[in-house]
């Protein structure tokens, strides 16, 4: 009964699983849709409706008494952007920061997707053929990370559409070093929400994870405002946050916002990060996965 | 003749330091056997097969599969083995071939084989025109199918098949049993089947173990098991009762046990009853007496599992299928 190709290599099963994942989500266009709401309402409230750019515009900001002509308080407000968000367009510094956004968002219902797959069975039934435990892990990081990245691609395209201006700068070069750290993003979050789940059977207990880290985690970064300004007890918490440096890049590359760490730091900080996920959570998932 | 092909030794699980879920069992099947764990609800059962299929863990004890001991070398046994779970696993929002073909990429088999052997497995189980559609469109038996298809796309040496028939109707039942039946046939597979039901243990296992509170009472042929209960039952009427009827009737070689029932009736527990109903018969004509009625009945698995487990499993059963249907309700449930 033994017969000849059969692949046994430590790799094989790894596209299949990863495909699984990839494959409920395109034959599901609804679910992908309806993923991409969420980071597109943001956009629209805070870079729109809520422009803080608007705020210091002539039109709004008069000080009575004191008859500024309109220029100079337009080139004030300018500066007021500037030394704030490194950029006088509020609108293209949220909407690079909703990159990470929907990064942070897709890889964490990874974790959701283990926990249904331990309850229904699936898992147990992957656990008895021959598939390399790690790449059961693996697969669902990867899946993720793709995912994660379409997301970002089509944020983006859409932000384009709404007014995102790129800075003199933009080449396709900083587009490839911004997915590239979103990719790294992307690898490190999903390891860590589906190391989270790995021994839980509970989808409950997934949700409460879910939902206690990803607005701290959203907001203890740079995503909708400057580090600089933000209190001293918040700074460090923001500065090991990985959103912060994605973030960092993003805007250095796409829109030319000096960082408050370098590039060469961030992609630095981002590469370790997820290079100490994914181990970690490869390590573990050999470890727990099964009983 | 005998050629084990699973060998089990003082297999013990202990879950959470307290829970004795099966308690050093040993036991062998061999090569190209029908062999049935038949017990109680909680018995142990799915708890030996997980350990057979590397899934769980043993406390103690070994377990060799084809001469590949299952904790020291798992990953060659899940080659050689195919699992088909209590549970249905099948991805709900895939179709038939989409899941037959995934497990096939877990196994590593290339594609141009998978995809031959899929197509001829679905034939099999009758799913050809269903395996285009989601499976979460699939009726309980078409799931089931599916399951044993899936189970069997490795060619598996040793087939675990926990509960295959649990919740179908009669017709589905048979269906799925005449597809064992001929995999033992055709490719000389080894099957290990757990079941509630005790018609079918009896009627398409080779040998049966009974499992109880994590230990294997008896385990035999059904033939076997049915006359170890202390052989056949003949009931007797005759027209006068005797006072030396009782005697007469002790002094037959082969009967073990009279009893005298209210009504005229009398119970005879016998060895090889047919032997001994013409025996019986002549004796009482000798005395003048008249035999108007004579019934002989062979014991079922039912009297069987009662005496080893001092349980009716009929009981049993009606509970275990409301636990299935509940965990069916909780996957429709999730979307
Ligand atoms: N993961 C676990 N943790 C703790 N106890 C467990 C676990 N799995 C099973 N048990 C216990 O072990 C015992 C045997 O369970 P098992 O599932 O093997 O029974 P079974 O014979 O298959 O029963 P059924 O006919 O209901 O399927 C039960 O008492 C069960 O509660
Ligand atoms: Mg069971």
């Excluded at chain 1, 000080?63 to 308080?73: H, T």
């Excluded at chain 2, 109707?169 to 001929?182: F, G, L, N, P, S």
């Excluded at chain 2, 076997?224 to 006068?240: E, S």
């Excluded at chain 2, 002989?296 to 009662?306: A, G, H, I, K, S």
Aim: hydrophobic fraction near 45%; charge should be neutral; include cysteine.
């Amino acid at each position: 009964m033994e017969e000849e190709g059969i692949n046994s290599g430590p790799l094989h099963g790894l596209w299949a699983v990863t495909n699984r994942e990839l494959k409920k989500w395109y034959k599901e266009p609804f679910i992908f849709i309806i993923s991409l709401v969420q980071p597109i309402i943001w956009i629209g409230l805070f870079g729109k409706a809520m422009n803080l750019g608007e705020i210091f515009s002539a039109g709004s900001l008069n000080i009575p008494g004191l008859d500024l002509p309109k220029q100079i308080i337009d080139s004030l407000s300018q500066e007021v952007l500037k030394s704030t968000f490194g950029t006088t367009n509020y609108f293209s510094f949220l909407a690079v920061g909703m990159l990470s956004f929907i990064v942070l968002f897709s890889a964490m219902s990874s974790g959701m997707t283990i926990v249904w797959d331990r309850r229904l069975g699936f898992l147990n039934k992957m656990l008895t053929t021959p598939l390399p435990r790690g790449n059961v892990i693996m697969g669902k990081v990867l899946s993720s990370v793709i995912k994660a990245l379409v997301q970002a691609v089509i944020v983006l395209l859409i932000a384009v559409l709404l007014g995102l201006t790129f800075s003199a700068q933009f080449s396709v070069f900083s587009l490839a070093i911004t997915f590239f750290a979103l990719f790294l993003l992307a690898m490190g979050l999903s390891s860590l929400f589906i190391m989270l789940a790995i021994k839980s059977t509970r989808w409950e207990t997934q949700m409460a994870i879910m939902n206690l880290l990803n607005l701290p985690l959203l907001f203890a970064s740079n995503a909708f405002y400057p580090v600089k300004f933000m209190p001293y007890w918040l700074k460090p918490v923001v500065m090991v946050n990985p959103l912060t440096y994605a973030n960092n890049v993003a805007r250095a590359m796409l829109i030319g916002v000096t960082p408050t760490a370098s590039v060469a730091f961030s992609v630095l900080y981002l590469v370790s990060f997820a290079a100490i996920f994914s181990f970690v959570g490869i390590f573990l998932s050999w470890k727990y996965i099964s009983s | 003749m005998t050629d084990p092909i699973i060998k089990v030794v003082g297999l013990t699980k202990i879950f959470n330091h307290t829970v004795h879920a099966v308690d050093h069992i040993s036991f062998e099947v061999n090569r190209g056997e029908i062999f049935g764990l038949l017990g109680p609800n909680g018995a142990g059962k799915s708890t030996t097969i997980g350990m057979l299929n590397t899934l769980l863990k043993p406390t103690e004890g070994t377990a060799l599969i084809d001469g590949i001991d299952v904790t020291k070398n798992p990953s060659s046994v899940r080659k050689i083995i195919g699992v088909v779970p209590q549970e249905y696993t099948a991805d709900e929002d895939l179709t038939g071939w989409e899941n037959i073909m995934l497990i096939a990429d877990f196994y590593g088999i290339p594609r141009d084989i998978s995809r031959q052997r899929a197509s001829e497995l679905l034939e099999m189980v009758g799913l050809t025109e269903a395996s285009k559609r989601n499976v979460e469109t699939y009726s309980g038996g078409m799931r089931r199918r599916l399951e044993l298809a899936m189970g069997l796309i490795n060619k598996p040496r040793v087939l675990f098949l926990d509960e295959p028939t649990l919740g179908l109707d009669v017709q589905t039942r048979t269906a799925i049993w005449e597809h064992i039946r001929k995999l033992k046939s055709e490719y000389n597979m080894t099957i290990l089947v757990t079941t509630h039901y005790l018609e079918e243990a009896d009627e398409f296992c080779d040998r049966i173990a009974i499992i109880d509170k994590g230990k294997i009472i008896k385990a035999d042929t059904p033939e076997n098991l049915k006359r170890g209960v202390g052989g056949d039952i003949i009931t007797i009427q005759i027209t006068k009762d005797g006072k030396d009827v009782d005697l007469a009737l002790k002094g037959i070689q082969g009967v073990t046990e009279i009893k005298n029932n209210s009504d005229g009736f009398i119970t005879l527990k016998v060895v090889d009853g047919g032997a001994v109903a013409p025996e019986i018969i002549r004796a009482l004509t000798q005395m003048n007496l008249n035999v108007t009625r004579l019934t002989l009945t062979r014991p079922t698995m039912d009297e069987v599992y009662m005496t080893y487990t001092g349980r009716n499993l009929r009981e049993e059963q009606t509970t275990s299928e409301e636990t299935f249907t509940m965990r069916r309700t909780m996957r429709k449930a999730r979307s």
